[in-house]
C-alpha cells in the first residue's frame, strides 16, 4: 500500500466553482504534511502546510484529520491560472517525502 | 533569490550507458534531496545528503550512487542505464531541520533509448 494516496481525478470544473480534493496517508507517526503545486514539466512548488487546526491562504483551505488519516484541500472562487497538479506530500519517517501521484485540476472557461 | 540549479535540463542516453546529474542547492542550504519522477507518477525519493554524508535512503537502485561535495553541490551518477530510468530527476534542497520546505529545482529530463 502506498504510503500516500491520492483520487488522480482529473477535475474539470467552471472557472468560479469550489473544489476539493482529499488525500489519506497510511503511518499513523507522520507529523509534517503538505500540499504542493505541480504544473506541466515543472518542478513541485510548495503552495501551503497543513494543520490540524485548519489552514486558509485567500482561496485556499487545507485541513488535516488526524484520526481519520486524512487531508484535504479546498478551492474556493477557481481561477484559470488554478489549474495544474496538486500533490499531497507526508512527511513519514526517516524524515522522508512522501508524495501522493497528485490530483490533475483543469479551471474551464 | 536564487532558486536550485539543475544541470543538464534534458539528457538523452542510449542503454547501459551512464549519465551524470548534477544539482546546486540555494546557498546556505546544506541538505540536498533527489526524486525520481517518472510519466505520470509521482516523484519518488532517492536519496538525500546532509554536510556532505548520507542522511536517508529511499528507492534509489543500486546502479546509481550520488554524493555531495565540499560546496554542498550534489551529483548523482547512473551506470547500466535502462529504459525504465527515463524520468524526471528533481533535486531539492532546504536547511537541515527546515527540512519542511524543500524547494526543488526545475529538473533534469532523462531520456534511455
Known amino acids: 500500500r502506498k504510503e500516500v494516496e491520492q483520487d488522480p481525478g482529473p477535475f474539470n470544473v467552471p472557472e468560479g466553482a469550489t473544489v476539493a480534493f482529499n488525500c489519506t496517508y497510511s503511518?499513523?507517526?507522520?507529523?509534517?504534511f503538505f500540499w504542493y503545486r505541480q504544473d506541466c514539466r515543472k518542478e513541485p512548488k510548495l503552495l501551503m502546510s497543513?494543520?490540524?487546526s485548519g489552514n486558509e491562504d485567500g482561496r485556499f483551505t487545507a485541513q488535516l484529520n488526524r484520526a481519520s488519516q486524512y487531508i484535504s484541500l479546498l478551492i474556493r472562487d477557481s481561477k484559470l491560472s488554478d489549474s495544474a497538479t496538486y500533490l499531497c506530500?507526508?512527511?513519514?519517517?526517516?524524515?522522508?517525502?512522501?508524495f501522493g501521484t497528485g490530483t490533475s485540476l483543469t479551471v474551464i472557461p | 533569490a536564487a532558486g536550485v540549479i539543475q544541470s543538464p535540463r534534458h539528457l538523452i542516453k542510449e542503454k547501459r550507458e551512464t549519465a551524470t546529474l548534477k544539482c546546486y542547492p540555494i546557498?546556505?542550504?546544506?541538505?540536498v534531496y533527489w526524486y525520481q519522477q517518472g510519466p505520470g507518477q509521482d516523484p519518488q525519493f532517492l536519496i538525500s545528503?546532509?554536510?556532505?554524508?548520507?542522511?536517508d535512503k529511499g528507492s534509489i537502485p543500486d546502479r546509481f550512487s550520488a554524493q555531495q561535495f565540499s560546496d554542498y553541490h550534489s551529483e548523482l551518477n547512473m551506470s547500466s542505464l535502462e529504459l525504465g530510468d527515463s524520468a524526471l530527476y528533481f533535486c531539492?534542497?532546504?536547511?537541515?531541520?527546515?527540512?519542511?520546505?524543500?524547494?526543488f529545482g526545475p529538473g533534469t529530463r532523462l531520456l534511455v533509448l
Open positions: 506530500v507526508v512527511i513519514g519517517t526517516g524524515n522522508q517525502f512522501y
Open positions: 545528503f546532509y554536510e556532505k554524508m548520507q542522511s
Open positions: 531539492a534542497s532546504s536547511f537541515w531541520g527546515i527540512m519542511e520546505t524543500q524547494y
Open positions: 497543513v494543520y490540524s
Open positions: 546557498p546556505r542550504h546544506d541538505t
Open positions: 503511518n499513523s507517526a507522520s507529523q509534517s
